[in-house]
């Protein structure tokens, strides 16, 4: 398990274009995406500020939505064994859909897509058998689902968490 990753942007609450993050700010948080437990008082003789100057920025930042500190696991190493990206042609409206699949703790990520597919999601699941019954029973359930393509992972080669801060 790898602990303590910062993302940068939480999607239920995005902050938009008109919020600014300043250099300190983006340094506090190059910082914490680092390792996600560094202490404040190492964080802030990095970025030139106090301990406790350190710890109102990253609150203010987690307020805002700007970011969020969780542990990050490895799905294999905790008996989720099968991953994959599902494509999906919806009929109607999109969020009722997209609410539904983020509702199920299969669904790691929901996004709605421009292109062929109007929403991509993420799903992880303990075995073939788990991911066909999520797909098949649960997702294709969903009214306005027209119809699911699955990508099934074979390899995860990168996962980051290092946006805003390139």
């Not at 609150?59 to 994959?84: E, F, W, Y």
């Amino acid at each position: 398990m790898q602990s303590g990753h910062v993302a940068s942007r939480n999607a239920d609450s995005r902050t938009g274009p008109s919020a600014s993050v300043d250099a300190v700010s983006l340094a506090i948080i190059e910082q914490l995406q680092e390792d996600g437990r560094r202490p404040y008082a190492a964080i802030g003789k990095a970025v030139g500020l106090s301990e406790a100057a350190v710890r109102q920025r990253v609150q203010k930042l987690l307020d805002q939505g700007v970011m969020q500190i969780v542990a990050v696991t490895d799905p294999l190493t905790v008996g989720l064994m099968r991953q994959a990206m599902v494509g999906i042609r919806v009929e109607g409206d999109l969020d009722p859909v997209a609410e539904a699949l983020s509702a199920m703790s299969e669904c790691e990520y929901v996004v709605m897509t421009a292109g062929s597919f109007d929403l991509m999601v993420e799903i992880v699941c303990e075995d073939d058998d788990h991911l066909l019954e999520t797909i098949n029973k649960r997702i294709r359930a969903i009214d306005g689902v027209r119809s699911t393509e699955s990508f099934v992972y074979l390899k995860l080669k990168k996962q980051t968490y290092m946006w805003g801060t390139r």
